[in-house]
């Protein structure tokens, strides 16, 4: 293969991971640009060798990129309590994968077909998480300046309509502080205004959200 086509194979997948992966870490997902780029590049790179070098047979080589990509996915799983999270990051890195492999062997029609399929999965997944539809859920860290009741923060929640689960808690007698820990589910700007209400509270000492 001439290095012109090479280049224009790994400009086009660089392009569509970066983007990609751009938008992923502005959203504070796990893996970011970098990691879209260097997945994406890499099975690029094997399926212009698998095609260059193997031309007879390169299937065995590109069935190995796949099926290699998808334990660096399962790394993108977040486990907690009684809930992973993750699924759309793994399944994003073997698609990715795949693009890359697939613009690899020079099918650019097929790799930008699922690519914006790709994005209008996104995009509809943000329109559903706006109104309240679906999994956007949060791991909300309450540390309190003094004793309180699980109750007291359990109103909270349901003054803005967020399911909330309480997975730890900690009580410290000796400093008289709480350390309450939550999984919440809602719309984006129910958690948001809940995280606002939170820090209006004279208790509060500080909550971090994950």
Avoid at 70 to 79: M, Q, T, W
């Amino acid at each position: 293969m001439d290095i012109q086509t090479a280049a224009l194979r790994f400009g086009i997948t660089f392009i569509l991971a970066f983007i990609f992966g751009i938008e992923r870490q502005r959203e504070h997902k796990p893996v970011g640009f970098g990691t879209f780029s260097f997945v994406s590049i890499g099975a690029c790179a094997l399926a212009i060798v698998a095609t260059d070098i193997f031309s007879s047979n390169p299937l065995p080589l590109l069935s190995a990129i796949v099926t290699g990509i998808g334990f660096l996915g399962a790394g993108a799983l977040i486990k907690t309590t009684d809930k992973i999270f993750g699924f759309t990051t793994a399944a994003s890195i073997w698609l990715f994968a795949i693009i890359g492999l697939i613009v690899g062997v020079g099918e650019y029609n097929i790799a930008l077909m699922i690519y914006i399929l790709v994005w209008i999965v996104i995009i509809i997944d943000k329109l559903l998480q706006v109104k309240g539809i679906g999994s956007y859920q949060k791991k909300l860290i309450i540390t309190t300046k003094s004793m309180i009741t699980e109750k007291e923060v359990g109103d909270l929640f349901d003054e803005f309509k967020t399911k909330h689960k309480l997975i730890g808690l900690e009580m410290d007698k000796v400093n008289n502080k709480s350390i309450l820990t939550y999984l919440i589910e809602g719309t984006r700007d129910n958690i948001n205004n809940l995280a606002k209400k939170l820090y209006e509270q004279k208790w509060l000492a500080d909550v971090k959200s994950e």
